[in-house]
């Protein structure tokens, strides 16, 4: 498989904003999910956000109110982060994979296994 590649991370204080993107025109699928993920070094990924292609997102509960997923239509999705804590700190990946056109997407980092990847961006939220 390819590789995405996402930009906007940075460093903010606590309270801060920042948005990253994830072109993913790469992907030939008609009906994806495109979902972020974040990790501190060493460790495993975990689901941030999803994005359907008809743009319904999903939230994990720690994010729900802060962060949006959102798209346009030159297939980039976004995730635009609000009031950001020290302990959003991490490196954020964002993976596209193959879904159906209507279902919510998951954040499960199992559902994205074979889809394309990026290498990640840093986040840190200083206190």
């Known amino acids: 498989q390819g590789h995405l590649s996402e930009s906007g991370g940075g460093s903010v204080q606590s309270g801060g904003n920042l948005t990253l993107s994830c072109p993913h025109s790469?992907?030939?699928?008609?009906?994806?999910?495109v979902g972020w993920f974040r990790r501190d070094p060493g460790e495993r990924p975990e689901g941030v956000a999803a994005?359907?292609?008809?743009?319904?997102p999903t939230y994990v509960d720690n994010v729900q109110g802060r962060f949006t997923i959102s798209q346009d239509n030159t297939k980039t999705t976004y995730l635009q982060m609000t009031n950001l804590k020290p302990e959003d700190t991490a490196i954020y990946t964002c993976?596209?994979?193959?879904?159906?056109?209507?279902?919510?997407?998951?954040?499960?980092?199992?559902?994205?296994?074979?889809?394309?990847w990026g290498r990640g961006t840093q986040v840190t939220v200083s206190s």
């Open positions: 993976a596209a994979a193959i879904w159906s056109r209507t279902d919510p997407c998951p954040t499960s980092l199992s559902s994205y296994t074979g889809a394309y």
């Open positions: 790469v992907v030939a699928y008609e009906y994806y999910c």
């Open positions: 994005i359907n292609s008809v743009g319904r």
